[in-house]
């Protein structure tokens, strides 16, 4: 019995990694449960309509948190960006494993110490690189021991591919017009102020 563990659950790349994971993995060895400690959300409704429940914390939330673990008889608690229950399923002996998805070099400096106080509560951490493994170690000080690496998977679809044709001329481009795509959630980790910022200073150049 699995707790996924999540603040909000709209859309993106960390949901789309949720919703792999428990759609994906077979229901005759596990049954999940997810916990949106804030809201919930478009991935929250798909993983309803896909057999999975999901309740949203309100109210006393640490009692009723306490009251689903204890319900759902969970066996283990996972967290994708979310740190809530952790002190909570370490208080019923429950192991916690936390996913890392990315580098968090623009998080302020002190979220060190926070790291470090939700450590305590944590079993294992799942890198989805070598590269973020190395700097839970460099930066945070995790104990390496405690951090594996298992990369997102990648679903081949071996079906009917959608197909979406489009062309320049439809979007008013010539030939020589430069395109960039940036497909990322609008957020300000995705460093968008920074894109922004250099496209204005090439816009002459590049109108």
Known sequence: HVVIEV?????????QVVFSMVTGLPHSV???????????????ERCRQNGIPVEILSGDKESV???????????????????????IAAQLGIPVISFVHGLYAWLHGGLL????????????????SHD???????????AQEKI???????????????????NRTH??????????????AISPAKGYFALLEALRQIADECP
């Not at 603040?7 to 949901?15: M, S």
């Not at 470090?116 to 799942?126: I, K, L, M, N, P």
């Not at 594996?148 to 489009?166: F, L, R, Y």
Request: hydrophobic letters at 40%; glycine letters at 8%.
């Open 30 to 44: 596990f049954r999940f449960l997810i916990v949106c400690v804030e809201q919930g959300g478009m991935t929250a």
């Open 113 to 128: 110490g926070e790291m470090g106080t939700w450590d305590q509560y944590v079993s294992r951490y799942v890198a989805i």
């Open 171 to 184: 979007w008013g481009l010539s030939l020589d017009d430069y395109v960039f795509l940036h497909v990322a």
């Open 7 to 15: 603040k909000t659950l709209e859309n993106g790349g960390v949901e």
């Open 132 to 142: 973020i493994a190395s700097y839970l170690t460099r930066r945070f000080h995790l």
């Open 65 to 87: 948190y306490r009251e689903i673990l204890r319900r759902f008889q969970a066996d283990l608690v996972v967290t994708h960006y979310s740190s809530f229950g952790s002190p």
């Open 148 to 166: 594996c690496v298992i990369p997102n998977g990648v679903e081949i679809v071996s079906k009917q591919k959608a197909e979406i044709s489009t």
